[in-house]
């Protein structure tokens, strides 16, 4: 039986857009990886033929051992060569735009900084649990046959920049990467970049590093997806459905354009618009919640537990605590304001993460948590037996212009 503990990875954008990415971690196993590929137990896990514009996506144990993680790899490349790297378990997060990567997966490359004023770029990427420092590089990124060149990409855990200012935390503890478990992560969300905090330091005198420039678009990191000559203007993730106690491994797909291609049509789909941030209106339990949002980077769906307190419990274990533990299974139903202001009913269960997690699976559709606010978090679980869309913003389909969610049942 897994022994399980919460991790929250939840990276704030400056327009107040909450990207959110809660993985329940094993404690028992796993370990952040510094190879492109490790070994057995699923560490390393298999891909499926697709077409030219999708790659695979494996929601198992991977390198982390950790629940309800989609799991992708990208091929990064030193600009205009072929000199490049293939990163697999990669966390694949429509919550965050950008790629981020472990520096110890890509030392044979050698990345170019992003300049300006002749010092180089560094990040710091706030996250609920902590912030990720690191330079701003170029890189050619790879995905099956697309390609986004020469686009930034943030290095995590560089020992180059070693040291971290204060107003990034100011100590590894805080660090993102050191909690990850996973070679980097995959921001593939609604946005073109990521409009966080920049700084413009030399590496070994951070005096300057106390105040944020402001970073023209095109130099922040950038959406992969929205940098690609074709197919930029949205994903797609299918899932296949999961039972009621899991799976140990599920396989899906991760699409590239919609409306672009035979394989990538919104026709039938659902579509959700949203406001500029990213927000939409789901009503549950005869409750609004006016900043609701699809993530694929949380590990389940988080939403307050209101009236229902006494039915979705806390989980009494410390390693659960914020998962919801009911004595048995629950059954709902959300609203979720669609194009056209109709509503659309998405049905969902609320489990006992306690007892799911003790039959030592992966993939999960009915995990669910506690969170505060105003929010209605849905995250993964909301994947499995959907294909879910993703318009970036200020990009057209036939479903909508971006930024807008869409599914399929």
């Known amino acids: ?19 959110l990415a809660v993985i329940l971690v094993a404690c028992s196993g796993g370990s952040t990886s510094s190879s492109s590929s490790s070994g ?7 891909s499926i033929n697709l077409a030219a514009n999708s790659i695979s996506v494996n929601v198992g144990a991977g390198t982390a051992k950790n629940i309800n993680t989609p799991y992708v790899s990208v091929t990064i490349c030193q600009p205009g060569t072929n000199i490049c790297k293939n990163v697999d378990n990669i966390l694949l ?29 560094l990040e710091c990427a706030s996250f609920i649990s902590g912030t990720a420092w690191g330079p701003v590089k ?48 995959l921001g593939i969300g609604l946005f073109v970049n990521d409009s966080q905090s920049y700084f413009n ?63 990538n049509s919104s026709t039938g789909s659902y579509v959700i618009p949203t406001s500029s941030s990213g927000y939409f209106t789901t009503i549950f339990n005869n409750t609004t919640f006016s900043s609701s949002f699809i993530d694929s980077g949380s590990n389940g769906l988080y939403f307050p537990s209101g009236s229902l307190s006494s039915i979705l419990v806390n989980c009494s274990s410390a390693s659960l605590s914020g998962f919801y533990c009911p004595a048995a299974t629950q059954s709902y139903i959300a609203a979720l304001t669609l194009k056209n202001s109709v509503q659309g009913n998405v ?20 995990i669910t948590g506690q969170i505060g606010g105003n929010i209605f978090d849905w995250g ?3 994947f499995f037996g959907r294909s879910v869309y993703f318009g970036i913003t200020g990009r057209t389909s036939n479903a909508s212009i971006g930024p807008y969610y869409a599914y399929t049942n």
Request: charged fraction near 10%; glycine fraction near 6%; aromatic fraction near 6%.
């Open 201 to 263: 330091c030399i590496p070994t005198t951070f005096s300057n590093c106390r105040i944020s420039l402001s970073l023209t678009p095109n130099l922040q990191v950038q959406n992969p997806v929205a940098a690609f000559p074709v197919d930029n203007n949205g994903v797609i993730i299918k899932l296949p459905a999961v039972g009621a106690t899991g799976s140990k491994l599920v396989t899906g797909s991760l699409t590239f354009g919609i409306d672009t291609q035979s394989n």
């Open 347 to 366: 049905s969902f269960s609320a489990a006992n993460a306690k007892n799911l997690v003790a039959n030592g699976n992966y993939a999960y559709d009915n």
């Open 380 to 382: 993964l679980p909301f």
């Open 1 to 19: 039986m897994p022994v399980l503990s919460v991790f929250l990875t939840i990276l704030l954008r400056s327009i107040a857009f909450p990207f």
């Open 138 to 185: 170029l890189a050619d990124v790879k995905m099956s046959s697309e390609v986004a060149s020469s686009i930034p990409i943030q290095i995590l855990a560089d020992p180059s920049y070693s040291t971290i200012p204060t107003t990034c935390g100011g100590s590894q503890d805080t660090q993102i990467s050191t909690t990850l478990k996973t070679n980097g992560i």
């Open 40 to 46: 057995s137990d699923q560490s390393s896990l298999p």
């Open 93 to 121: 997060d429509t919550g965050s735009t950008g790629l981020r990567v472990l520096a110890s997966t890509i030392t044979s490359l050698q990345l170019s900084p992003v300049v300006v004023n002749n010092a180089s770029i």
